[in-house]
């Protein structure tokens, strides 16, 4: 059973397909069946919704089963945000460097703010739709501390700012094995497996 990644996104690709591995299924991305990419606008109030979204608007498109997730850090000493804005939070316009972008402006937003005050979580919903507008969800939740300034070179997004303090390192100095372990993503997948594995 193949199932489409409703992403354009290389990392959160590899780390879907990692999370996968050993399920029965070929995850594949739009470029491995020639999708062009459908034009879906993110304006849901929630994460469900936009996750609802993008994955029966791919799954519409291809005829295949489509799998998306939204997901973003909530910080509490923001009330919340950046939320379901964190990948467009410092901008709408295509650039190369949006995640650096998007980080420093969260530094900048919580300048002054004592570490005791960063407490924040990375939230994420998972997606599952069919082409004939059935849909499964899951999710998962990560907490943590937006750290000072950035560490590590793993990850994307949030990661470098996101602090574990139980570990002592951010998201992005974990490895591959601990993010896919603990993360908001991974928890969400985990939740989604019982319905993936039911796929033939």
């Given at each position: 059973?193949?199932?489409?990644?409703?992403?354009s996104n290389a990392k959160k690709l590899k780390?879907?397909?990692?999370?996968?591995?050993?399920?029965?299924?070929?995850?594949?991305?739009?470029?491995?069946?020639?999708?062009?990419?459908?034009?879906?606008?993110?304006?849901?109030?929630?994460?469900?919704?936009?996750?609802?979204?993008?994955?029966?608007?791919?799954?519409?498109?291809?005829?295949?089963?489509?799998?998306?997730?939204?997901?973003?850090?909530?910080?509490?000493?923001?009330?919340?945000?950046?939320?379901?804005?964190?990948?467009?939070?410092?901008?709408?316009?295509?650039?190369?460097?949006?995640?650096?972008?998007?980080?420093?402006?969260?530094?900048?937003?919580?300048?002054?703010?004592?570490?005791?005050?960063?407490?924040?979580?990375?939230?994420?919903?998972?997606?599952?739709?069919?082409?004939?507008?059935?849909?499964?969800?899951?999710?998962?939740?990560?907490?943590?501390?937006?750290?000072?300034?950035?560490?590590?070179?793993?990850?994307?997004?949030?990661?470098?700012?996101?602090?574990?303090?139980?570990?002592?390192?951010?998201?992005?100095?974990?490895?591959?094995?601990?993010?896919?372990?603990?993360?908001?993503?991974?928890?969400?997948?985990?939740?989604?497996?019982?319905?993936?594995?039911?796929?033939?």
């Open positions: 059973m193949r199932v489409l990644v409703a992403s780390e879907l397909r990692e999370l996968a591995a050993d399920l029965p299924l070929e995850i594949v991305s739009p470029a491995d069946v020639g999708l062009a990419l459908p034009d879906v606008v993110e304006d849901a109030p929630t994460f469900e919704g936009n996750a609802r979204k993008k994955a029966l608007a791919f799954a519409q498109a291809s005829g295949l089963p489509a799998i998306a997730d939204d997901s973003g850090i909530c910080v509490e000493a923001l009330g919340g945000a950046p939320g379901i804005y964190s990948a467009r939070y410092s901008g709408e316009e295509p650039v190369s460097d949006r995640d650096e972008r998007n980080n420093a402006k969260l530094l900048r937003a919580l300048a002054g703010v004592p570490a005791a005050k960063r407490g924040a979580w990375y939230q994420c919903v998972v997606c599952l739709a069919w082409p004939d507008g059935r849909t499964e969800f899951a999710s998962g939740r990560w907490d943590g501390f937006v750290a000072f300034s950035p560490r590590g070179s793993g990850g994307f997004g949030y990661d470098p700012l996101f602090l574990l303090p139980r570990h002592g390192r951010t998201a992005a100095e974990l490895t591959p094995e601990e993010k896919r372990a603990w993360s908001h993503r991974g928890q969400a997948m985990r939740a989604l497996r019982p319905v993936l594995e039911r796929l033939r």
